[in-house]
């Protein structure tokens, strides 16, 4: 269990701190003065191609890829483990809407990709995977409903129905996020092919949906407390309305979705976890800075014992999240996904949480300015606390790891 | 301390419930679809005028104005105490968008129509006060300053500076609320006469500023987690550079403007408490509704402890909400807002933050729709939690109640 | 709903609050100074007989009684109103050890004397409920049992048997307060005497059982927290191991039980709350001499902002749980206990887990001190905290809460 | 930064586990039954003297110690690094009443211990510190004071004068852990032997005060929550009137007490640290055999989702804290206590908090039995909570930390 940064993650993260300093900081406010000219609200900033190249150019691309045994991937990815990677996702999540998309590791694409890696097949990887692992196109995973809880995802409605040698896919889905993006030209659909099959965690399947598939409707942008989240490609309400794809199209067999689902989630959440750790650091440097340069009656903001609570109690909780995110990935590396599920319930049940309550404490420090778009907190506020109902909400993951905790006293 | 409804309150409750089913809640869907279609997000739909017309047609029109004397207005308002207000505002709060604006009881108008009827004189009334109470125009308070914690009034920074027999406005606000809004046509701007002056309380002054005065810049619409609050109209970060007004717009006398807003801001704080409890009851009303029509593993939602504990204790938290609204505004209405000052304070640190809170939960039963447009949670949750620090954060307050305890024993 | 005391609250609350200051508070030391030196601890201080003498000398006595209909009781009790009773019950939790005992008012007595007046007959009102009226003797409720969840009454195991024309107790009970003062003369129990019986809420029955009765065994003392809560008798682990009572001592009828146990535990609560509240501002107190007397770092703790958040939150806390106890009284005086149900589950669930808080945090400013003998607050909190899950722990009150609640929108 | 336990520490996990099984969760019942016989509460049972034999035997002794540069000693102790002891300090955790004291790793002995090595001279450890390393006399440290904040090391008004050849200690201490036991033949005294130096730091000595010292009175046992700690040798109330010592007692030279002090007290909060977690590890397996093993309302306690929640957040917390404790342990170990402050600080905040709360809802869950003497977990929650005031109350280090945090912005 050692979780000291190995050279090569020493060596990644001085590159890193070099991007983050030199590229990505300055294009924040670059990336928000083109936006508004742009002729769509989802079209693609200019800086947004540079960066990847800039990062590309420099090394830092697809660093999140792990094979399907959950081990470093030198054929798609650069190699790393999770706990060499995870140090480099937490800076990342300092600018959560740049870094991870400028260096190919932003959601849900990693996911996807990892996904098309492990199940697709050849013809699926060269169509998809290929060019997301050039950052050519993005990429949408399919599952959430607006009409059932999706956590259980034995309440899927969403059909996918043979027919010849096609598959017909029905129903409606929300926060598909990225769909928003006209250059996600694919999407991942959750469905069910065999809706009254015997075993419920077998009438699942997932298919490959171009967005250009007649039948496929992008028809509108969710918001997230206000936010659409334009530069993640937004959140899109996607109805499919009998859109017909080759067979061909299925990834794994028919009843594979919930395993394949099942495998594709738990990587992702640590992956939000590495970066939420760095959505909390930012708010305690921003706090750091604010209280040293404001003055409320009469006393420094910093000399204020509230104040210092505040601060003093976000270190330690960050300290203590991180330390159990390494574990995590350092579990990850060693005994695979599966043998991590508990730590990976762990961290999604603690990391939201504290973050938000983190951020918030920044926003109130911020006053008028901790709401406001001048100051990123707000912003980074509602995606932490999106991330306490998404990929299943707090509750459903502290039921499954009591029952785990319990099963050892019956 | 008797804070049954009288004959008055149930009848206006009746007639305000009937409002609210027959016209406000038909007309939120309405707003959105016309907001939708208008020029400029700014400029108001057809439906607000229809909402006010109707609301005066039922004789439910400022039913908020108390006199100087903090005692019921006939002259001016509908001669209600603030205990008969008090239920009135809840209901409006349920709707918190229309309902307010609909029965010209909105903020910041409601403070500014109170402001000058004490403290203006009968020019400043004929030009101001009569249009405001007839609903033809708005109006904004212009305050709160982005480089200085503005909760500390002796902190501001906007001079007012006699010229002449003028005065010369110059200085930078932001989260001006309703100024966004072309029908705004008037700022009560606090800015300091003289900023050297021995007393830090009578260093400012408040002046009438047209919004058509050269030197005014609405520079730009400032959001509160994402959100513009259109229609508020919004909150909008204002210029004032050399703005210059003739000397009878000063309201009061010079050095006035600290007392002033004192008095203001105690009315002001007290019908937000009282909307937000109608928020929070609009809450639990979609948490219950929400936790019967769903099921998750097997069971449904409102048979599941944990959600059961969140309905149980958002009725818990309301109930004793309700009940400190009520006798502050009995307070008020029996001792003055002086008297009440504790009490005013007391509900202004508790509502907001149990109100944010029962809003989370809700957002949390609700999933992805939590924190969507097509629920109201996660709007009016950007609401609450900004009035933890709108009007002075927690901890200002916090701060002015412990020295008032505390003072008993020394 | 009319809260304000009236003359005669006034006018006993002026009594009790002279009998407070002259009396009790002094009592306090001399009650521990007394109970140091007597043969046993459950004795009891020679300073109680002369408190209870002077309490009823001056008109303080048995100020608690309603009648059977919730009413006030001049037969038997003060001829006080839930309402006006509760600011005096509220004084006497400031010194919770002595007040109510000394005014005749503590439990578990006050619930066996309301229960004998409205479902004991003659003879067992002449023998036990008299001498109880009377502050001769006192009384327990055994109804809680180890091995089973009591606060789901159909869980009981006590057996109440007939046998001819008596009955026979076998079952084990503990938690039995004030049943190691010898002083304690009758046990009224609650086991079934029809324990297969269809409806199980018909299976339940009471009996009063001599604590002189063979078979009858006060086995030992149970601790709070390191508390064997001297003054009020203890808790004790009661045996009855066949224990042999006269038919006629059967209250109300066979299956009453339960019916009985519930009217009982309604005023029963509100009594614990409104001591809560004394209990609270006790803290309060206590935590402001504190606060203006120390001084730690170069500041005077009262100067600290996280000792002002405490004792301004404190505050705020204390006067919504005022009022709503207040309003439940005034519920249980106007529509009764059975139509003040929720309300009292309301000030169930929020009253111990607030003062719990507030006493916690006046232990931690107290430092060494707050957890010791010498102060209050450590004893003070483990009373408080205890009522966290007697009488029913906070969750199967949220739970049912929460039914109600939910009712609406089925 | 490797936490993986080594073998040595895998050989003595496994040997002090066998340990606990075999004769200390055994002799638990043992030390009750035998304490209840003594002549005396503070004598000690016999079993504490058989398991400290045995524990010898089983070469499970001194585990704790590190020497002058926190490294493992092998002159005094067992020679393991703070990471070796971690998770051994953290199973003694599990019975912290015996085990702690059965491997004679219990404090404040082993502050003294580690004080005595590094600070005391050679007659001062001959007589001192070998037979406390032998486990044939206990010890106290008697630094804090009922007058003042002694968190504050500048606030100690006992003075400590030089008379000749002697120094003379007067002031009143109390809390001084261990001191009822007759046992404990040593106190360290903290005082000031130049009460108005120019440095607060340098006024303070400390001096080695024998307990049989004509002008020590051992005055009254304190207690914490109602609990006397009698297997602790309790909390003592000590006065010094005018105790004289020879000058030779003086540990370290005048002046030099802060520092000895601050050198003394980071291993000791680590020790309560891992000892805590082992606390919590127990409340969490208590809760899981009481969730299993229990029926109320028709279902079994561990099907209840604000169990489960209780549970997954107790394994969520515990992991998080492990964590923490062991990067201590391992800066300690690496970089000195000194570089290690802020970890130090940080699990000083973290830990007693965290576990105070699993304690609570394990006490809830246990109904009456929770706050009896019959499950250890009102006891534990006692010592838990007192550990939030012990050694600096948590808001002293959260003001130290924030310091430190802050000071990278000025």
């Known amino acids: 269990m050692d979780f000291a940064f190995d050279t090569r993650t020493e060596e990644l993260r001085g590159r890193l701190l070099a ?6 900081y300055p294009a924040e406010a670059v990336a928000v003065g083109q936006r508004a000219r742009l002729a769509s609200p989802w079209d693609t900033p200019a800086v947004f191609g540079e960066l990847k190249a800039e990062a590309r150019r420099r090394g830092l691309w697809n660093l999140f890829f792990v094979n399907q045994h959950g081990l470093p991937d030198e054929e798609y990815g650069a190699g790393l483990t999770n ?7 937490e800076i990342t999540g300092r600018s959560p809407h740049l870094a991870p998309m400028a260096t190919n590791c932003a959601a849900p694409d990693t996911g996807n990709m990892e996904l098309l890696a492990q199940f697709g097949n050849e013809r699926q990887k060269k169509q998809w995977l290929e060019p997301l692992l050039a950052g050519e196109i993005r990429s949408a995973f399919a599952m959430t409903e607006p009409e059932v809880a999706s956590s259980d995802a034995t309440n899927i409605e969403t059909r996918i129905e043979r027919d010849g040698d096609a598959y017909v896919v029905t129903g409606r889905k929300w926060y598909i996020s990225g769909a928003m993006n006209p250059d996600c030209k694919v999407f991942i659909v959750m469905g069910k092919t065999d809706p009254g099959g015997a075993d419920p965690r077998r009438q699942q399947s997932m298919v490959l949906v171009p967005r250009d598939t007649p039948g496929v409707e992008v028809r509108r942008a969710m918001t997230v407390y206000g936010y659409a989240d334009h530069d993640h490609g937004g959140h899109a309400e996607v109805v499919f ?10 990834i794994g067999e028919e009843g594979a979705g919930f395993a394949i689902a099942q495998a594709r989630l738990g990587p992702g959440r640590i992956h939000h976890c590495m970066r939420l750790i760095g959505m909390a650091e930012r708010a305690v440097e921003l706090m750091c800075r604010r209280a ?3 003055t409320a009656f009469g006393r420094e903001l910093a000399a204020q014992g509230v104040v210092q609570n505040w601060i003093a109690d976000a270190r330690v909780t960050i300290e203590q999240l991180r330390l159990l995110v390494l574990k995590t990935a350092w579990l990850m590396d060693t005994v695979g996904n599966r043998g991590a599920h508990t730590e990976i319930q762990a961290i999604k049940i603690a990391t939201p949480r504290a973050v938000v309550e983190i951020l918030d404490r920044a926003v109130q420090l911020h006053g008028a300015g901790g709401v406001s778009q001048d100051f990123p907190l707000a912003e980074l506020w509602a995606a932490a606390r999106t991330l306490r109902l998404a990929d299943g909400p707090d509750e459903v993951h502290q039921r499954s790891l009591a029952h785990r905790e319990l099963k050892r006293y019956r």
């Not at 991007?19 to 990505?24: D, I, K, L, Q, T």
């Not at 706990?83 to 480099?88: E, G, K, N, S, V």
């Not at 309305?241 to 299925?250: F, H, K, T, W």
């Open 241 to 250: 309305d009998g859109a017909r794809v080759p067979a061909e199209n299925l």
């Open 19 to 24: 991007f983050m300093e030199e590229c990505v």
């Open 292 to 294: 040293v340069g404001r």
């Open 83 to 89: 706990l060499q990677y995870a140090p480099l996702a």
